[in-house]
Nanobody
Framework: VQLQACGGGLVQAGGSLRLSCAASGLIVSINNMGWYRQAPGKQRELVASITPSGSTNYADTVNGRFTISRDNAKVNTVVLQMNILKSEDTAVYYC?????????????WGQGAQVTVSS
């Protein structure tokens, strides 16, 4: 199983960015998918997650500014729309998925996507 993250980049404060994460491989089903972030010198933290039924959960710091959703046009893909970005949102963002394969159910991580917000 592989998680491919796309998006990120450099944006001014108040701007928007979009991250996407696509899971591929011998997947039977995907449970929760989510985005985490890690800023320099800080622990990795949950940003947002979504269940198979579409229920979402957000960190208080991003609630109302970020939206996680499933990309209905692409299989096993979630999108994180980030609006009204702040300098404190600067971090490496990681996609995570709880994936059931024919052998087991495990957590998988994608490669990080750098998000830099300039003030």
């Amino acid at each position: 199983v592989q998680l491919q993250a796309c998006g990120g980049g450099l944006v001014q404060a108040g701007g928007s960015l979009r991250l996407s994460c696509a899971a591929s491989g011998l997947i039977v089903s995907i449970n929760n998918m989510g985005w985490y972030r890690q800023a320099p010198g800080k622990q990795r933290e949950l940003v947002a997650s979504i269940t198979p039924s579409g229920s979402t959960n957000y960190a208080d710091t991003v609630n109302g500014r970020f939206t996680i959703s499933r990309d209905n046009a692409k299989v096993n893909t979630v999108v994180l729309q980030m609006n009204i970005l702040k300098s404190e949102d600067t971090a490496v963002y990681y996609c995570k998925a709880n994936v059931r394969t024919y052998r087991a159910t495990n957590h998988y991580w994608g490669q990080g996507a750098q998000v830099t917000v300039s003030s």
